[in-house]
């Protein structure tokens, strides 16, 4: 099912924000992407973004987040691909390990609603950030991995 409509439109880019990645606001299923409730039908709201800017996903692929950010729905962020190459691009870009900042060590404590970027080194947990901005999250992380020579960012 495409969805098509004006309204339909409207209604699914409301639940996105305007940043590098733009984290789904609405309801998730329990693998934790986002769900788009379309005349009675529950999607996955990555799907539904990439069919909005580039028409019905070819048979036999899916629709992958080259951000590594499940919550993600910034089309400039989604390609399609086979299920073995999103197998591949997850588990070579540290995908299993980033939160809905769409990069490794940053998370969103939802709970008392500030950002959280943090690094592990020799078996010990390093504070880098707590706070409400993002960006002051991502650049305490960017100064952690250039003086520890680490960066599992993409693109």
């Not at 495409?2 to 789904?24: A, M, Q, T, Y």
């Not at 606001?25 to 769900?35: E, L, P, Q, V, W």
């Not at 008392?112 to 970027?117: H, N, Q, T, V």
Request: with cysteine; proline share 3%.
């Amino acid at each position: 099912m495409r969805p098509n409509r004006p309204e339909d439109v409207e209604r699914f880019i409301s639940k996105g924000l305007k940043r590098e990645c733009w984290p789904w606001t609405g309801g998730t299923f329990s693998s934790r992407y986002g769900r788009f409730s379309l005349r009675g039908k529950s999607l996955l709201a990555h799907r539904v973004v990439y069919q909005l800017k580039n028409g019905a996903i070819p048979d036999g692929l899916m629709v992958m987040h080259k951000c590594n950010n499940k919550m993600c729905c910034n089309h400039h962020h989604l390609t399609v691909g086979t299920n073995s190459k999103n197998l591949m691009h997850a588990s070579t870009s540290g995908a299993f390990a980033v939160g809905a900042s769409g990069r490794r060590g940053i998370w969103f404590d939802k709970k008392r609603e500030y950002w959280i970027a943090g690094a592990y080194k020799d078996g010990k947990k390093f504070n880098l950030y707590t706070g409400p901005h993002l960006e002051k999250a991502i650049s305490a992380r960017e100064k952690w991995e250039m003086v520890n020579g680490v960066s599992f960012n993409l693109e």
